[in-house]
């Protein structure tokens, strides 16, 4: 822990939970001498700073930077941007975010590191751009902030509790990029009515999952048995194909360290695929990504899909969900090689490097606020009034937590157990191939696949394409995007 005898000097008094509690008691004798920084307007400052005063750090280290910051638009984060007030008391830090829809959010950000604008201080990061990122030497290494006393205090923060499936992921050859904020695993989602009608089970396998969907699939009452992201991209189909690839006994990277995306196993992926969606799903699941998926859960058209925990709240969400009550959660079906691989996501937090020093402090100030476990508790189990809560939790405590188990509950059957197990056993870091030319061969792959889901090429076709167009982009020497 640092203290003043180790030279760490707090402006703002350190006051814990206890303290608080003692001092609020005496207020109204006049014993109360509160810190200029609970010297506020917002009613209950004192009691919402609390967890964050126990941090032996001087928040105000940074009084007057501005952080901009770049998020994608969902109803999930409205929680955490609405407690951004508090963290601006806490500061005297001015924050601001920037809502830009996922596609572009990833354009945006690379082209603001790269032409070192500075523009945004920190943004949601895909986990698959760390190494373009580092690389480029764009963002800045996590653990020269983690390890000094004066910006985190290691007791309180405890990085260690952060799931670790989302740190590796956030990593690039042994460094930490990225500190992860919010995320979720892949799971089956299912109607436990209807699979219960027609004497069915969570599927085991992708082959029972493909007869599960078969069995239900009735296109004349508006039924479709199973869909999965159709819709092009690195992050919409490439994030579900490759744990497909892999469970057929793909791998990304062959013996002599060249990508492969091509061959039996792949060809075989792409053909369970695109024969789910064709047979399966409903017209135009081409164009559909994950909020499609929802909805069309939610409003009864889709028996079940395969998509990220994450989506949990729309699917009981009573303004918009007619199947509230008959939702249950599976892992991951396994493949014919025998591995059951969970696509892994989060959205992480980096640090531009174009930004002044202190205005990095004040960025990482910001992050630790967002991802210590007071504000992930808040905005999940506890979220702001005329807010959601939210799922994707990024601390193995509070996953484990009675509280979140509560809340588990109100989702629907085995969700806690199905995201836990896939968190715990089914992720892999390399789900996809972690390499700096990552957002040219996951665009690539992502036309391939289409190409083969609306006909346009066989799978064969398809993939030898995307082979050949890789191996020129893997040719091309610096990793620029």
């Known amino acids: 822990m640092p203290s003043s005898e180790g030279g760490v000097r707090h402006a703002v008094p350190m006051i814990r939970r206890r303290s608080l509690l003692r001092s609020a008691a005496a207020a109204s004798a006049g014993a109360l001498a509160l810190p200029a920084i609970l010297e506020s307007p917002v009613r209950g400052a004192e009691t919402a700073l609390a967890p964050y005063l126990e941090a032996r750090i001087d928040w105000q280290m940074a009084k007057g930077e501005?952080?901009?910051?770049?998020?994608?638009?969902?109803?999930?984060?409205?929680?955490?941007?609405?407690?951004?007030?508090?963290?601006?008391?806490?500061?005297?830090?001015?924050?601001?975010?920037?809502?830009?829809?996922p596609g572009l959010i990833r354009n945006k950000t690379v082209l603001d590191l790269s032409s070192k604008t500075g523009t945004y201080s920190t943004h949601f990061a895909d986990p698959m751009y760390y190494p373009l990122y580092a690389a480029n030497d764009w963002v800045e290494p996590i653990a020269e902030y983690l390890n000094n006393p004066k910006l985190t205090d290691p007791a309180w923060y405890n990085a260690a509790d952060l799931i670790p499936a989302w740190v590796a992921a956030n990593s690039y050859h042994g460094k930490l990029y990225g500190i992860p904020f919010d995320g979720e695993a892949t799971v089956q989602v299912y109607r436990t009515d209807l699979y219960s009608a027609h004497g069915l089970k969570p599927a085991d396998t992708l082959e029972q999952y493909a007869g599960n969907a078969a069995a239900l699939t009735d296109a004349a009452h508006r039924i479709w048995g199973a869909a999965v992201r159709g819709f092009p991209g690195p992050g919409q189909n490439m994030y579900i194909y490759p744990s497909i690839y892999l469970e057929f006994?793909?791998?990304?990277?062959?013996?002599?360290?060249?990508?492969?995306?091509?061959?039996?196993?792949?060809?075989?992926?792409?053909?369970?695929?695109?024969?789910?969606?064709?047979?399966?799903a409903p017209p135009g699941v081409q164009n559909w990504n994950w909020p499609e998926l929802a909805d069309g859960f939610s409003q009864g058209v889709l028996a079940s899909y395969i998509d990220g925990s994450s989506g949990a709240p729309v699917v009981v969400d009573p303004s918009r969900s007619h199947v509230i009550g008959k939702v249950g959660?599976?892992?991951?079906?396994?493949?014919?090689?025998g591995r059951r691989v969970a696509s892994i996501w989060n959205w992480g937090f980096p640090i531009n490097k174009a930004l002044s020093q202190r205005a990095r402090y004040a960025t990482w100030l910001f992050m630790v606020w967002s991802s210590c476990r007071a504000t992930q508790e808040r905005t999940a189990l506890n979220p702001p009034e005329g807010t959601v809560f939210r799922v994707g939790v990024n601390r193995m405590s509070l996953l484990q937590s009675p509280g979140f188990a509560k809340l588990a509950e109100r989702i629907g059957t085995n969700f806690l157990k199905a995201v836990s197990d896939s968190i715990l056993h089914d992720t892999d870091p390399d789900w996809r191939p972690r390499?700096?030319?990552?957002?040219?061969?996951?665009?690539?792959?992502?036309?391939?696949?289409?190409?083969?889901?609306?006909?346009?090429?066989?799978?064969?076709?398809?993939?030898?394409?995307?082979?050949?167009?890789?191996?020129?982009?893997?040719?091309?020497?610096?990793?620029?995007?």
């Open 66 to 101: 501005r952080v901009h910051v770049a998020i994608i638009p969902t109803i999930f984060y409205a929680g955490w941007k609405k407690l951004a007030s508090e963290f601006e008391t806490l500061t005297g830090i001015n924050v601001t975010f920037e809502e830009i829809p």
């Open 329 to 337: 959660f599976a892992r991951w079906p396994k493949g014919p090689s």
């Open 249 to 280: 006994g793909g791998h990304w990277i062959d013996q002599n360290g060249k990508i492969t995306v091509n061959g039996p196993a792949a060809e075989a992926a792409v053909e369970w695929y695109v024969n789910l969606d064709r047979k399966y």
């Open 435 to 481: 390499v700096p030319q990552w957002p040219a061969v996951g665009e690539i792959m992502s036309v391939a696949l289409q190409q083969a889901l609306v006909g346009q090429a066989t799978p064969k076709q398809a993939l030898d394409g995307a082979q050949q167009r890789i191996d020129q982009v893997m040719r091309g020497g610096p990793a620029k995007p």
